[in-house]
Every structure is written in structure tokens, then in C-alpha cells.
């Protein structure tokens, strides 16, 4: 047997290639859109991708099941309950599907969605008892997945499904190993783990959904300190059950002049300022929003753009378009039109321009008889509760991508702070456009902060600071 896991960074998401080398066949678990890793991996190993499996209907990322049938011809296996329109076989539980000697065995494990499907794998030259979970988004390193996606009508159905889904878990040998869909950074699960696999054995140990003594106490942990979902997973639910457009039909993207930009601005377009925090500080377009190419990229993006607008990319290189436009793509924002060919040595317009501050600096303004100027701290709920700048305002940048105002005056003074500075950009050019005139953003954010032994505030339980 042949074993792949292809990683992606920024999502968090994963998928599998597992294969039959005797019998030159192999399975393909819940691409990515921009398939050419896995049809690399087959033909480095001289097997020919024949089925492909989707573990459910996926809100993070735009599934690559359609991109890569059309490149290989193999059929789409699915959960008879996904009504995926691209679905070529549908699958109900217990299933399987043959690769070579190998088995993959559908099982019902619905909670993260009502029609989620894991794969066990049975290897006969390992026995006859599965011996690995492809467990999707149901089951994480010390996580499940999270019930809430559908809506608060749908929540409380889909909890109590999970819970009987962790019990069949259970059911299962403490020696299988478990291969997640996402890993730490995904906002699938609250708190996912960081580790590749794990197995059952160890979730059994270390998951608190699975120490839940009563299905009432696991609604209630599973639902506790849930985070707020990011603005695109509703609509990329909608794209992976239609079918998305492959990558071949959309328009390439173009090199734009500075002109042709400011007539996309007047069509409505809406500029991604994806270069470096210093670059965007130093000046950007007017209403431009920042999110810098790299690691948080794409789900930042995914927050900020809307899908009905074009857009116009500003790069620090304009070789970086075609990284950018790949990762516009995992999540479906196929709207961008080109990017500002030079960058923003070409722009002669308007220029905004978001000041910096270190952290000694921010401190010394914020300290006894300074003159004030307001933190607000942009974090997510947990980060800000381990430790915040004295003081500080509280608003989650998720929130504000939202339409969410933190509760200060568009006059004043502002200070923006995140862990290391990318939210922090990404939250004061949404305020920009709410009209905050005198923002600043803290640059290397509390990293900075705590590395230079500054006093933090902690909250306790009852929601007042505690120092």
C-alpha cells in the first residue's frame, strides 16, 4: 500500500492519496481545487487515480472532486444525502469502495453536517478489521467538528448527531489510526490539534467530546466558547453542492495600468492590498483591504471580499499574481480581474497611509498621565482572555469583517494589535472604510508586547480584567 497526505497551508486542510502499487490504482480523499499534486503523485508512482471520495458538503474550501474527475475520468463517491449535483456514485453506510485489495468502508458520522461520511481503510494485508479513519471534519486531533455551520435552527439537531456519531466512534479499535481533514488553524473545530494523525486510543484519552458523561453535557461542552465562523462558508456550502467552474473556464487575470484600475474602481471592484504589513502601512489605495500574501492569505481574503465583485490585487512583486490567484481559487473568489502591474510605484492617486507603532512605543502612550490613545485589541475571544494591553478594547477582527463597530469614536486616537500584526492590518483597513480617521497598527502585535516583558491584564471568569 502507498500512503499520501498533501497538506494546505493557510486552510489547514488535508487530503489523501492511498494506493494499491500491485494493482496501479489509487484513491483520492477530499481534493483541493488546484489538483496538479495529486496527479504529479500518481504519475511519479505509476498509478492511475479511480475513484475519488468526499467526506461531506465542505464550507472552508472549494472541493477539487469535479477538477480532478475531469483530468482522470474517475468516478465521484459521495454521501447519497449531500445531493451534490457532480456526484457520480452514491454512497449510505457501510459502502465500500475497492482499490485494488484495498477497501475503503463508508460510515455514517454526521453532526459536523447531516450527511457526513468517514472512510475506514482495510488493508487485507493487515487483516480483516479496519485499521485508519479518513475521518473528514467529524473527528479532529482532540476536536469534532463543529455543528453550528447550517444555522442556529439546524445547530441543535446536528449537535445531538454528533454525539452519536463520537459514541460510534468509539466502537472502534484503539489502535486505528485517525487522518482528520483539517489540523490546527482550520475553523472547522474550536480548538484543533496541531498533529497529523492521532488515533482512536488517544481521543479516547485526550478528547473531551469523548469524556462527556451524557449526551446534555456534550451539547453543552461541544457548543461552549464556540468561535464565529468566517463570512464565506455559506457560500462556498452553495458552490460545492452545485459543482464549482473548473479552473480551465475562468478568465486568467490581467496586468492592469494604474487607469485601468481606477475604471475597475468606478465598476465597484474592490482592491486586495495582499503586500507586506509595512508596504500597506506606508500607502495604499483609498478603501484598499489588507490581507498579505501568505499563510492566512486565502481565509482572510475570504472574510474581507465579497463573491458578487471583482477584484484587483496590489502585490509587492507582480510575479506573485499567479500564487495569489491560486489561493482566490481554493476558496472560490474567481472575481479577480488582474493586479496593479508595478505595484504601487505607479500609482499616482490618492494614498492612505496607516502609521506604525512598536510596542514600547504603544506602552510608553499608554502609560501613567500619556496622552491616551485607545488599544483595541482584535484577537480572537480565547487569545484575548490568556493576556491583553491594560485597558484595552476588545473586538474580534472577524467581527468587524461583519460590519461590527468597536465601541470607540471615529475621531479618536486607535491603536490596532493582533498577536503578531497581520490582523491587526486587516482589521484597521476595515475601519478605514467605517470611517476611523487616526488609526495606528501595532507592529509585531503582542508577540512583540509580552517579548518585551510589558504588563499584560487577564480576564477572569466573570468577564471583568483581572490583573
Known amino acids: 500500500m502507498l500512503f499520501e497526505r498533501f497538506y494546505t497551508p493557510g486552510l489547514a486542510q488535508v487530503a489523501y492519496l492511498v494506493a494499491d502499487e500491485a494493482a496501479g490504482v489509487a484513491a483520492v480523499i477530499d481534493p483541493r481545487r488546484d489538483v496538479d499534486a495529486y496527479l504529479d503523485w500518481a504519475r511519479e508512482h505509476q498509478v492511475r487515480i479511480a475513484a475519488i471520495l468526499e ?30 449535483a457532480y456526484v457520480t456514485r452514491l454512497l449510505d453506510d457501510g459502502d465500500e469502495i475497492g482499490v485494488g485489495a484495498l477497501r475503503l468502508r463508508a460510515m ?17 494485508a493487515a487483516g480483516t478489521d479496519p485499521v485508519a479513519l479518513f475521518s473528514g471534519d467529524a473527528l479532529f486531533v482532540g476536536e469534532v467538528g463543529r455543528p453550528d455551520l447550517l444555522g442556529a435552527e439546524r445547530t441543535e439537531t446536528l449537535v445531538r448527531q454528533l454525539y452519536h456519531t463520537v459514541q460510534h466512534l468509539k466502537e472502534l479499535d484503539d489502535a486505528v489510526v485517525v487522518y482528520p ?42 457548543l461552549a466558547g464556540m468561535p464565529v465562523p468566517p463570512t464565506y462558508y455559506p457560500v ?41 504589513p509595512a508596504a500597506f502601512g506606508a500607502g495604499h489605495i483609498p478603501d484598499a483591504r489588507f490581507a498579505g500574501l501568505g499563510p492566512d492569505f486565502a481565509a482572510w481574503t475570504g ?52 502609521p506604525q507603532l512598536t510596542a514600547r512605543e504603544l506602552a510608553a502612550h499608554c502609560g501613567d498621565g500619556a496622552e491616551g490613545i485607545t488599544v483595541l485589541d482584535v484577537r ?7 493576556g491583553h494591553v491594560p485597558g484595552a478594547v476588545h473586538r474580534f477582527a472577524g467581527e468587524i469583517a461583519r460590519g ?20 491587526s492590518n486587516v482589521a484597521a483597513s476595515l475601519l478605514e472604510a467605517q470611517g476611523y480617521t487616526q488609526l495606528l497598527n501595532v507592529t509585531g502585535g503582542m508577540e512583540a508586547w509580552e517579548a518585551a516583558g510589558l504588563p499584560e491584564a487577564r480576564e477572569d471568569y466573570s468577564g471583568k480584567d483581572a490583573a
Open 181 to 222: 481533514g483539517h489540523t490546527a488553524g482550520s475553523s472547522c473545530g474550536k480548538k484543533i490539534g496541531d498533529a497529523p494523525a492521532t488515533t482512536i486510543g488517544q481521543e479516547r484519552i485526550g478528547n473531551y467530546a469523548f469524556a462527556a458523561r451524557s449526551e446534555e453535557e456534550f451539547v453543552t461542552e461541544v
Open 55 to 84: 467526506t461531506h458538503v465542505h464550507a472552508d474550501f472549494v472541493s477539487g472532486a469535479r477538477e480532478l474527475a475531469t483530468a482522470t475520468e474517475a468516478p465521484i463517491y459521495a454521501s447519497r444525502q449531500g445531493e451534490q
Open 236 to 276: 462556498l456550502k452553495r458552490v460545492n453542492k452545485a459543482g464549482p467552474p473548473l479552473l480551465s473556464t475562468l478568465p486568467p487575470g490581467a496586468p492592469l495600468s494604474a487607469g485601468a484600475v481606477r475604471d475597475a474602481l468606478a465598476r465597484g471592484a474592490l482592491v486586495i492590498d495582499a503586500r507586506s
Open 303 to 354: 472574510w474581507l471580499a465579497p463573491y458578487d465583485r471583482e477584484l484587483v490585487l496590489v502585490l509587492d512583486a507582480d510575479d506573485q499574481f499567479a500564487e495569489a490567484q491560486t489561493e482566490l481559487h481554493r476558496i472560490g473568489l474567481d472575481g479577480a480581474v488582474g493586479y496593479l502591474a508595478g505595484g504601487m510605484a505607479v500609482w499616482s492617486g490618492d494614498r492612505c497611509i496607516l
Open 404 to 423: 461590527a463597530s468597536p465601541p470607540l469614536a471615529r475621531e479618536m486616537p486607535v491603536a490596532v494589535i493582533c498577536g503578531s500584526g497581520y490582523r
Open 108 to 124: 455514517a458520522t454526521p453532526g459536523h453536517t447531516p450527511e457526513h461520511l468517514a472512510f475506514l481503510l482495510v488493508d487485507p
Open 380 to 386: 480572537s475571544d480565547d487569545e484575548w482572555q490568556r
